[in-house]
C-alpha cells in the first residue's frame, strides 16, 4: 500500500489536488472535512455532535475523527492506499493512525506540505465562502479562530512527521496544473520501485 497525507492549512488546496491525485494513483481519498460534512447533512448523531464545534470553527474531538477514518481504513483492505485530507490535525491523530497502519502492515509514506502565503490563503478563502455555502467559511471571525487552531494544533503534526523525515515541502501557488506537477513529481521521486510501479 502507499499512503499519502496531504497537509497545509485551510484554503491551500489540499480539495483540489486529492481529487487530481487520487485520479492518477487510484487512491481512495479520506477528507475528515468532508465524512463530517455528510454526517451533517444527514443529520446523524456524529453529524449533529460535530456541528457544534465546526460552527465556531473548533476542531472536532480526537475520538470522533479517529474512529470515523478507523471504519473507512477497515472497508477498504483491497485498495492501492489512502490519501489523507484534513487529517491528522492533531499530534493524538497522528499517533492514532500510525497505530492502525502498523496494524494493517502499512505506514504514511510521504507527508506532502502545501506551502502557500498568508495573504494568498485570506484572498481564496474569501472567495471559496462565495460559493462553498459552508458557514464556518462565510463568518470571517470564525475563519481567524480556525487559522488559529490550525497554528496552535495542526502544525505540530508537520513536526511529528519531520522527526521520520517524511516530509516534503510543495509550492502551493501558482496554476493547480504545476502544483499537481509538483506533487506528482514528489511522489514518484520518494516512492520509487516498491510502491509506485506495482500500483
Ligand atoms: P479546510 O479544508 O478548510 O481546512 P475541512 O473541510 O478540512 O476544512 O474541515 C472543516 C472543519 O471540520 C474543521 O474546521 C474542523 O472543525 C472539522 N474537522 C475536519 N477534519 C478534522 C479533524 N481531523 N479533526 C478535528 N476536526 C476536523
Known amino acids: 500500500m502507499f499512503n499519502i497525507i496531504l497537509f497545509g492549512p485551510p484554503g491551500s488546496g489540499k480539495g483540489t489536488q486529492s481529487e487530481k491525485l487520487i485520479a492518477k494513483y487510484g487512491l481512495i481519498h479520506l477528507s475528515t472535512g468532508d465524512l463530517l460534512r455528510k454526517e451533517m447533512r444527514e443529520n ?3 453529524g449533529l455532535e460535530a456541528k ?3 460552527e465556531k470553527g473548533q476542531l472536532v474531538p480526537d475520538e470522533v475523527v479517529i474512529g470515523m477514518i478507523s471504519t473507512a481504513v477497515d472497508a477498504n483492505p483491497q485498495t ?8 491528522p490535525r492533531t499530534v493524538a491523530q497522528a499517533e492514532a493512525l ?3 497502519l502498523s496494524l494493517k502492515k502499512t505506514s504514511i509514506n510521504s507527508v506532502l506540505f502545501l506551502k502557500v502565503n498568508e495573504e494568498e490563503l485570506i484572498k481564496r478563502l474569501v472567495n471559496r465562502a462565495k460559493t462553498s455555502g459552508r458557514l464556518d467559511d462565510a463568518d470571517p471571525e470564525i475563519q481567524k479562530n480556525r487559522q488559529q487552531v490550525y497554528k496552535n494544533e495542526t502544525l505540530p503534526v508537520a513536526a ?3 522527526k521520520f523525515d517524511k516530509v516534503v515541502d510543495i509550492v502551493g501557488e501558482g496554476s493547480i496544473d504545476e502544483i499537481f506537477d509538483a506533487l506528482c513529481k514528489e511522489i514518484n521521486a520518494r516512492n520509487t520501485a516498491t510502491s509506485v510501479n506495482s500500483l
Open 98 to 100: 500510525d497505530k492502525l
Open 160 to 162: 511529528y512527521y519531520q
Open 52 to 54: 457544534s464545534f465546526i
Open 44 to 46: 446523524t448523531p456524529l
Open 80 to 87: 492501492n492506499g489512502f490519501l489523507f485530507d484534513g487529517f
